[in-house]
């Protein structure tokens, strides 16, 4: 879930989340005001919420499916570094940073793709973003080719066919393949930034759990079914001799379908630009050059500016919120175990049990299903929301939404533990995938927790601390797998992942030290009652 904060002078987050209904005037919104006869406002019929609930949904799904196919491809290079390895002949460490990369790049993007859509809209940064990605997958995808492709050089520096694996040869297509991976996570971050906006825009408070929980689900889901589908679906249901560039031919189709289902499917939904959309139509109808938007009356600075704002204002927030700062290393620490588990599942299954792909690409299913569960337990979550709510007549304070980070800490800490000895040769295979669907489960509920809890008790600074968090979640995601395969040999499958249960052990208790003292912490905070602070 994530929105964006792009100018100091006119705060979006705050206009977006405070202002959005005072807008709305039922009569006409030609209808002039005593204080401002001039400023647009939103009619109902324009707002997001009052679409059809089809529609809503179907948008929903779409832009799910969007950060499903994104976070996807981060994972589906995994099952194809040892062919990749081999084709570019370079080293796995290389190979594994067109995971790492990627994720880097899924990192980054955010912090361009959030103020983007406040300036031009969500959709104009969806649909840029989605075929900038369609069309990064070619490179990707045919870098082995490269070297067959007319090259500009020099006659003396050009390289033959005949040569192609030479030293300069193979550097060609390796760095192609891996600054094309960087810019495709880049470009397909907007879907893990923007669409939780997109999403809290189309339905109210009271009805905005499920489908937020059906968003956040997907970007942790997409990981999981990466392997599922890079081991299975080239060797197996296509064809069992096929290259591994097919890995990333489905990508290109799926992302193709996905540019143009967003295109037909997914409506605008930020409430400032529709209103500046809507200023700049009656200019235009009626002649008059008074009528303007809230958003074409903020003092705006230079583009270039915004953008360096962008980068350099969440982690100021971040330095100087230590009780955020914990969360967002909660929350890394569990997405790097999750990224990491693309190699500690091979060396487990493969080197202690002799899987082949397939079946090693089909143990991430424990995890998956882990995921679906936590997301099947929404409706006990919100019915404890509406309980605490009928009871006392007001929304519970924010620590209440971190009880559901508090099952999850010590469902992923006992998770691991019980992976950890059971990755014994002796012990049934069954026996470490049964132990994946708790960690599956625990990693839904502190990423759920966590989101929402920044969310309602950080407004209006939600943005910078969740772009932090993103930011921080998605590097400590890039740097896992690098040292993994290191580790587990150094450390053997057993001390390895309790290394790592031990981790997530010791972070465990954050949400019910935070339930009790975070109350305490925020109102000593000076920013959380001056929104300029920041």
């Excluded at 649909?127 to 069309?135: D, M, Q």
């Excluded at 937020?212 to 197996?236: D, H, K, M, Q, W």
């Excluded at 929404?378 to 007001?394: A, I, L, S």
């Amino acid at each position: 879930m994530f929105f964006w904060h792009p100018h100091s002078t006119f705060d979006f987050w705050h206009y977006h989340t405070r202002h959005k209904h005072h807008d709305v005037t039922p009569p006409s919104s030609l209808a002039p005001s005593e204080a401002n006869p001039y400023k647009v406002c939103l009619e109902p019929a324009e707002n997001p919420q009052e679409l059809s609930l089809v529609h809503r949904w179907l948008a929903v799904i779409c832009i799910s499916s969007a950060s499903i196919c994104v976070t996807c491809a981060s994972s589906m290079a995994a099952f194809a570094e040892a062919p990749v390895a081999r084709e570019f002949h370079v080293s796995k460490e290389v190979a594994i940073l067109g995971v790492s990369l990627f994720v880097l790049g899924l990192g980054l993007g955010p912090l361009v793709a959030g103020p983007m859509s406040e300036i031009y809209g969500r959709n104009m940064v969806y649909r840029w973003s989605s075929l900038s990605f369609f069309a990064l997958m070619f490179p990707v995808a045919f870098a082995p080719n490269v070297c067959k492709w007319p090259i500009a050089l020099p006659p003396r520096a050009r390289v033959s066919c005949s040569s192609c694996w030479n030293f300069g040869a193979t550097r060609a297509p390796t760095a192609v393949y891996l600054v094309f991976r960087f810019m495709a996570g880049y470009c397909g971050a907007a879907f893990l930034s923007v669409a939780g906006g997109s999403v809290s825009d189309m339905f109210s408070n009271s009805q905005v759990a499920t489908p937020i929980a059906v968003y956040t689900i997907c970007p942790f889901l997409g990981p999981e079914l990466g392997p599922i589908l890079s081991g299975v679906t080239p060797n197996r249901f296509i064809n069992q001799h096929l290259h591994w560039r097919w890995t990333f031919y489905i990508l290109i189709m799926w992302s193709f379908l996905q540019a143009v289902a967003l295109i037909i499917v997914v409506p605008e939904t930020c409430i400032p630009v529709i209103l500046k959309w809507k200023a700049q139509r009656l200019r235009r109808e009626t002649g008059d050059p008074n009528w303007y938007a809230p958003m074409e009356m903020a003092e705006h600075s230079s583009l270039a500016r915004t953008l360096l704002m962008s980068f350099y204002k969440p982690f100021y927030f971040a330095l100087l919120d230590h009780m955020a700062l914990l969360l967002n290393l909660w929350d890394s620490l569990i997405l790097g175990i999750l990224y990491l588990t693309f190699q500690a599942f091979p060396i487990i299954f493969k080197e202690k049990h002799g899987f082949n792909i397939q079946c090693t690409g089909l143990t991430f299913l424990g995890i998956a299903v882990g995921m679906l569960l936590g997301l099947c337990t929404m409706p006990f979550w919100n019915r404890r929301y509406r309980r605490y709510k009928d009871v006392h007549g007001e929304d519970p304070p924010a620590e209440f939404r971190l009880r559901m980070g508090q099952v999850g800490g010590v469902l992923a800490s006992l998770a691991l533990f019980w992976l950890a000895f059971s990755t014994y040769r002796s012990v049934h295979w069954i026996v470490p995938v049964l132990a994946s669907i708790p960690f599956g489960t625990g990693t839904f509920f502190i990423f759920t927790s966590s989101f929402t809890y920044i969310v309602v008790a950080y407004r209006p600074f939600a943005a910078f601390a969740l772009a932090c968090n993103t930011t921080m979640r998605t590097s400590f995601a890039a740097a896992f797998p690098l040292f993994a395969g290191q580790m587990y040999r150094a450390l053997g499958t057993v001390g390895a992942t309790v290394l790592l249960a031990g981790l997530t052990t010791a972070m465990a208790p954050l949400p019910f030290v935070l339930e009790y003292m975070g109350p305490r912490i925020r109102d000593r905070e000076p920013r959380q009652k001056e929104p300029n602070a920041v």
